[in-house]
């Protein structure tokens, strides 16, 4: 019988016992809030001689991760952790690391590109960088996601990287309990990584030598296609969403916790005219909301989505069969272009012979509070455009707090 | 120290592979060929953004230009969790990589005192995309950034001393090698293999191409700069043992060396004598440490 344990701890120290119980081999860090802690609390399970990991304080983030990528393709399990600016100046050895094929897990605890305080808008920026890209809801979720991160990545049929975005502050320093699954369990549910190829000298194979594989990642290609070491890559994410939903399926069944089916999680969408789609911790706040207007025989609903890469399209167009209007809620902006999620969604959904309508709100960026009543105007207006009343604009910049 | 070895000592086993994509005559396809034959089968090499595109018979790892000292202590660590310290750790980059771009990761590496070894192929610019300047790049030269004309002279400032900045380091070991003293710098390879720390080599490898010589001339022109003191030989131990390993009675004049170049083709004697005064004055310097054998700060 599993022993559990409880402990009342911050999302960053969530963070690092999900590193620890993963028996993370190299994981190289840098200062920059609100992750730092992250690095600190690894450093003192290292020092007090609870985890073997070899520790990077490396010179700057562009570092963590060129060192996590040689690492991994050696064949260390490795973590590296990185919020706002820390995550842009990363961002060309991410490629690096994708483009190899790299089980890499990340945690990237969400600081705004516009100031300090949080949103998606750092881990967004990486959108086009080939990351598998996770976002959560609460501490819990952060240490479960971090084992699971490597159980999908390290998977033969995946082999991608993965980045765990979570709130700063909201998370990174508020303190919850949380679960500390048993060691010996998670040892069972993480087997050790084998890297491929093994590049070993006394491993690599004939056929490898000389210009190596993997070497200069990105100029890669397949039988004589120049598109194929992008289409392959591209393919290869596409393709992680049935193993991700078999580790959350599995986690479920030895640590009896799962997270929706590991790519969006939905809540009360039974007979739903309208529902909202939220990401990490603005999804705790609407679920209150749908609570509060479900209870005044509101027909709304909630979902939760967690694998924002690669984008959850199929349970997206099944739901859009059931529902008459979708408000989609942006914790970022792509300048110019829009929020990430509404574009996704409206990308998702346009295929469908009836489609339904697709509402945007931008929420919580810089840090910006979102509370229940602000969630409940937006399931509102969504609810209006399910019933086929005018809606005006159909994409706002929700306003928050206050009266308005 | 290095122990100085014979031409009968030099290892026979080849591991580059030729062709490679260097230019006839090319100073770091050499280097390459002479550094890889000490360094044995028994490496993971790391390369960056450069030419020639060296091709070894060893695994190959690493990748961002400006992350070299980044690629091999993640391949450092990594070996030392798996319980594999028997294996060389390499980054063979270009003098772009090393003095200017990766100049802060190599530092970083250096400075952890990771077990690595560093060795540069210093064809002073950035050959690969044409001969643009670099910080290795010496004063007055003519390159595709630093043209010659009534406004220019060729690179207005000197070249950044390297060596010495990751000798501050305090790092087991640093030397500089030239292609055209083969055994000597198999030597200092064949040393730093059996260190364990940072190790940083610093080859000076002509460039036909982007200095603008004859391609039969790569060893002359190598084993002048040597001789002229352009670039001397020595090796730090520890950031303070200090050795010169050439030491002639009398320096060659540097205008020699300069003037099988194209790039220093424009020179005017009063230029000439000032790249010999700075070369004299340096000179006299490391004889100094020589005479001591110590770096005395
Ligand atoms: C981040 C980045 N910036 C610029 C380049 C372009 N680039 C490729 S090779 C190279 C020159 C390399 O010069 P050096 O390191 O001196 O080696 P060499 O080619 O002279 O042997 C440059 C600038 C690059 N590949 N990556
Ligand atoms: S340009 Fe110079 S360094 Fe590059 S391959 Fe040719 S000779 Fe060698």
């Known amino acids: ?404 | 120290m290095s122990e100085r070895i014979t031409i009968k000592q030099v290892p026979l086993e080849e591991l580059v592979i030729t062709p490679g994509s260097a230019c006839q005559g090319c100073g770091a396809a050499l280097a390459a060929r002479l550094a890889f034959k000490a360094l044995g089968p028994n490496t993971i090499r790391h390369s960056i953004p450069a030419c020639p595109d060296n091709v070894t018979r060893t695994p190959t790892s690493g990748g961002e230009f400006e992350a070299g000292g980044d690629h091999v202590t993640g391949t450092w660590r990594a070996l030392k969790a798996l319980g594999r310290e028997d294996v060389q750790v390499v980054g063979f980059y270009g003098d772009g990589g090393v003095y200017d771009i990766g100049f802060q990761s190599i530092s970083g590496a250096a400075i952890r005192n990771e077990n690595v070894f560093i060795i540069c192929k210093n064809n002073e610019a950035y050959m690969n995309t044409g001969g643009q300047v670099s910080g290795a790049t010496p004063q007055f030269a003519m390159t595709t950034t630093t043209p010659v004309g009534p406004m220019s002279r060729g690179k207005p400032h000197s070249r950044k001393n390297t060596p010495m900045i990751f000798a501050m380091h305090g790092v087991p070991y640093v030397a500089t090698a030239s292609v055209a003293f083969p055994t000597d710098l198999i030597a200092k390879v064949q040393y730093g293999k059996g260190i364990r720390g940072f190790k940083f080599l610093d080859i000076l490898s002509p460039c036909p191409t982007g200095w603008r010589f004859d391609p039969s001339k790569t060893i002359e022109v190598a084993r002048l700069a040597v001789q002229t003191g352009f670039w001397p030989l020595y090796e730090i131990i520890d950031g303070r043992k200090f050795r010169l390993n050439y030491k002639p009675r009398e320096l060659k004049p540097v205008a020699e060396y300069l003037k099988l170049q194209g790039r220093f083709r424009h020179l005017s004697e009063q230029e000439i004598e000032e790249i010999q005064r700075s070369v004299t004055e340096y000179w006299e310097r490391l004889l100094k440490l020589d005479e001591i054998g110590e770096i005395l700060i």
């Open chain 1, 1 to 404: 019988m599993e022993h559990k344990s409880f402990e009342v701890m911050t999302g960053n120290k969530a963070c690092a016992w999900g590193v620890k119980l993963s028996r993370v081999q190299v994981a190289s860090i840098y200062p920059v809030t609100p992750q730092t802690t992250i690095g600190e609390y690894i450093a003192e399970f290292i020092a007090n001689g609870e985890l073997k990991c070899e520790l990077v304080n490396a010179e700057g983030e562009l570092a963590t991760q060129a060192i996590v990528k040689a690492a991994s393709r050696v064949g260390a399990r490795t973590f590296v952790c990185t919020s706002g600016p820390g995550q842009l100046y990363m961002h060309h050895p991410m490629h690096g690391t994708s483009s190899g094929r790299l089980p890499v897990v990340m945690a990237t605890v969400h600081r705004g590109n516009k100031g300090m305080q949080p949103d998606h808008t750092d881990l967004m920026s990486q959108l086009w960088t080939g990351w598998i890209q996770w976002y959560c809801e609460n501490n819990q979720e952060v240490l479960d996601s971090v084992i699971m991160a490597y159980r999908t990545a390290e998977d033969k049929r995946v082999r991608l990287p993965i980045a765990i975005g979570y709130d700063g502050y909201i998370l990174s320093y508020t303190s919850e309990p949380v679960e500390i699954p048993d060691q010996a369990s998670v040892d069972e549910f993480l087997p050790p990584y084998e890297p491929i190829p093994n590049i070993l000298p006394d491993k690599w194979a004939e056929a490898q030598r000389g210009r190596g594989a993997g070497m200069m990642e990105g100029f890669m290609s397949g039988g004589g296609d120049p598109q194929a070491a992008w289409r392959i890559h591209h393919e290869a994410i596409l393709n992680s969403k049935e193993v991700i939903k078999e580790v959350n399926e599995e986690f479920g069944k030895r640590f009896g916790r799962k997270y929706g089916n590991g790519l969006v999680e939905e809540y009360r969408t039974d007979d739903a005219e309208a529902v909202v789609v939220a990401m990490g911790t603005i999804a705790s706040t609407a679920r209150v909301a749908i609570d509060r207007m479900r209870s005044e025989g509101k027909p709304v609903g909630l979902v939760k989505l967690k694998t924002f890469v690669p984008f959850p399209t199929e349970d997206f167009q099944e739901l859009g069969k059931r529902v008459r209007a979708i408000g989609m809620i942006d914790r970022n902006v792509c300048l110019g272009l829009g929020g990430a999620g509404f574009g996704e969604l409206r990308r998702a959904l346009y295929d469908l012979d009836e489609r339904p309508k697709v509402l945007g709100f931008y929420a919580g960026l810089a840090g910006a509070e979102v509370r229940v009543r602000d969630i409940e105007k937006m399931a509102e207006k969504t609810l209006k455009a399910a019933r086929g009343e005018k809606v005006d604009p159909i994409v706002e910049w929700a306003k928050l707090g206050g009266g308005g």
